[in-house]
């Protein structure tokens, strides 16, 4: 593993509001709760904020006076889904600069309490639009036909997906899911959407907040949250396969996100314990599991339907839910987990003696259908 410096990033803050649909809370006051919870956890107070990155996809500049902030800076970032790892990397580059010392990572939205906010639950692409290719659920469902047609996927492999993330969130007290596992049987009739994807197969927009605080090892130290320290990160972009006419043989560009983040951990997939990866639909965890190599390629649904991503598993995945029965913070949602499996705060589905966890984003459409951004960001527990 890649040795430690004084400027590396180290995650020392967290905090997550409660997560919903139709909660009626404003964007704004539930960024502030975050906020409040996140420096409760690092035993950090307002000043102490000298860096802030609005994560949700608006240029929101009242924020600061409302949270009662005074940073250096303030930036909005917005790449979908994988914007919460991206705020990462910029923040790991202000920190290695001297720029700043803690970083809050922000984001808060009520998609479906109002309309007009800052919330990802309006869609526009351009001219795909035109012939009918309205929204995420399209480009995925061709994903998903396509990995049938070629490996013999089936419906019920996708349901696994499904089920076994539902099986992890019913035993979370914070996921939509809670107390509430579907079976096989449920995911196959629930109804169509975009075919091949089921009602089950697709997650939805929640309302909700969450903040994470980011400071140099040094400063970590002397706080008292649990560190989490950012060992790699690294992005792609799938508009690089677009122009080679195989935007549907990837998910997104994994690979040169993994190569990068691998490469500056000083470590390889055998060292990962958990992985969180980001999660609009059944597909996406299929894809991934394969990109990463967790299994080899059209291996993903028989890899999920044997049980290689529950608790006993060969890599316990989504272990919160995911998007899928969680709750959907637009990438949040995976970072969080990730954090908490490392400090040990997964409840009924931490994984025992979690070390390292891979964490993905996905998002940042690239002006065509399926040319999402991808981040990957692999995490250790301590210092």
Not at 260 to 270: H, K, Q
Not at 338 to 348: P, S, T, Y
Request: aromatic share 8%.
């Amino acid at each position: 593993m890649a040795e430690l410096s004084a400027r590396d990033c180290v995650v020392v803050g967290v905090g997550v509001t409660r997560q919903g649909r139709k909660l009626g809370i404003p964007e704004r006051e539930l960024r502030r709760e975050a906020l409040d919870r996140a420096l409760e956890d690092a035993g950090l107070c307002r000043r102490d904020v000298d860096g802030y990155i609005a994560c949700h996809g608006g240029v929101v500049f009242e924020d600061l006076r409302y949270l009662g902030l005074g940073p250096l800076f303030s930036w909005s970032l917005a790449s979908g889904g994988a914007t919460a790892i991206s705020a990462l990397i910029v923040a790991r580059g202000v920190l290695a600069l001297g720029q700043a010392t803690v970083v809050a990572l922000g984001y808060g939205v009520s998609p479906s309490s109002f309309r007009g906010g800052s919330g990802y639950g309006r869609y526009g692409y351009g001219y795909p639009e035109l012939f009918g290719m309205v929204g995420p659920s399209t480009s995925h469902a061709l994903h998903a036909q396509r990995h049938m047609h070629l490996y013999g996927t089936t419906s019920e492999q996708l349901g696994a997906v499904a089920v076994t993330q539902r099986a992890y969130a019913a035993l979370r007290p914070e996921a939509l899911g809670y107390g509430r596992p579907i079976t096989l049987e449920d995911h196959q009739s629930s109804r169509m959407i975009c075919e091949p994807l089921r009602l089950l197969d697709c997650c939805r927009d929640t309302d909700g907040g969450v903040c994470v605080l980011v400071t140099t090892a040094e400063r970590a130290r002397d706080l008292r949250g649990a560190p989490v320290r950012v060992l790699g990160t690294g992005t792609g972009h799938n508009i690089r396969n677009w122009y080679e006419r195989s935007v549907y043989a990837h998910h997104d560009d994994i690979a040169p996100a993994r190569e990068r983040a691998f490469g500056e951990a000083g470590i390889d997939l055998g060292s990962v314990d958990v992985a969180e990866l980001y999660d609009p639909f059944t597909i996406s965890v299929i894809m991934q599991l394969e990109e990463y190599g967790f299994c080899g390629e059209g291996e993903g649904g028989p890899f999920v339907a044997a049980g290689e991503t529950g608790p006993t598993g060969r890599i316990p995945t989504n272990t919160g839910g995911g998007q899928l029965s969680g709750y959907y913070a637009t990438g949040f949602t995976a970072l969080v987990e990730g954090i908490r499996q490392l400090r040990g705060e997964g409840g009924a589905t931490q994984v025992s003696e979690a070390e390292v966890a891979l964490v993905s984003g996905h998002g940042g459409n690239g002006g065509v259908q399926n040319t999402w951004a991808h981040a990957t960001a692999l995490l250790g527990a301590g210092l």
